[in-house]
């Protein structure tokens, strides 16, 4: 059974910076691509970023720049730092899992596994 707890958000001033991690068991880590997603109150759940199993990344033009996807097969730990925090990067952030293409990285349906959430709030 496939299992994703993030953890690492909180709250931050405009400009801060968090690193979220999303530790993943139950399958085998380094065969699936895995995602963040985030979702704020009264909107759609949209992509962050990307990572696919060759460690190829893809990211939104809203966090280019700002935020770095990474991946620990070694830990089957996902991260994402996030830097330069603006108030409209305040969501509940997501991690995924999936048999997920380069092309679809940022498709929350091409998923099949979801984390619980973690909560990040910036502050102007």
């Known amino acids: 059974q496939v299992q994703l707890v993030e953890s690492g958000g909180g709250s931050v001033q405009s400009g801060g910076s968090l690193r979220l991690s999303c530790a993943a068991s139950g399958y085998t880590y380094n065969r699936y691509s895995m995602g963040w997603f985030r979702q704020a109150p009264g909107k759609e759940r949209e992509g962050v970023a990307g990572?696919?199993?060759?460690?190829?990344?893809r990211y939104a033009d809203s966090v280019k720049g700002r935020f770095t996807i990474s991946r620990d097969n070694a830990k089957n730990t996902l991260y994402l730092q996030m830097n330069s925090l603006k108030p409209e990067d305040t969501a509940m952030y997501y991690c995924?899992?999936?048999?997920?293409?380069?092309?679809?990285?940022?498709?929350?349906?091409?998923?099949?596994?979801w984390g619980q959430g973690t909560q990040v709030t910036v502050s102007s």
């Open positions: 995924a899992a999936g048999s997920v293409s380069y092309s679809w990285l940022m498709l929350r349906r091409q998923y099949d596994n």
């Open positions: 990572i696919d199993m060759y460690g190829v990344t």
